[in-house]
């Protein structure tokens, strides 16, 4: 069965930078669109980025100009940079995939990332 594996969460200052990678084992998400997702305390999930496979991607309106999303199908990693962190980033992220960025049916079980101020 299909499983993500995200990396390269952490403890980082307000203005930081980081770059997660999305994984996948027992499978592969090639020719499927990948999405990350957060979830920060007490709130719901939120959708950060898509990429399809032909490379399209969208954002969500809080992260958009300071996110990248990016698949590398040699490697079989999709990624996503964040610059200029916020304490607001401060979430779960999550990685997923399915037939659509907002129609996901496998997740990962996510990378904490905490931005102080």
């Known amino acids: 069965q299909l499983r993500l594996n995200e990396s390269g969460g952490g403890l980082v200052q307000a203005g930081d930078s980081l770059r997660l990678s999305c994984v996948p084992s027992g499978g592969h998400f090639s020719g499927s669109p990948v999405a990350w997702y957060r979830q920060a305390p007490g709130k719901q999930r939120e959708y950060v980025a898509g990429?399809?496979?032909?490379?399209?991607?969208s954002y969500g309106d809080s992260v958009k100009g300071r996110f990248t999303i990016s698949r590398d199908d040699v490697k079989h990693t999709v990624y996503l940079q964040m610059n200029s962190l916020k304490p607001e980033d401060t979430a779960v992220y999550y990685c997923?995939?399915?037939?659509?960025?907002?129609?996901?049916?496998?997740w990962g079980s996510g990378t904490q990332v905490t931005v102080s101020s």
């Open positions: 990429i399809t496979s032909t490379h399209n991607t």
């Open positions: 997923g995939t399915g037939p659509g960025t907002r129609y996901i049916n496998y």
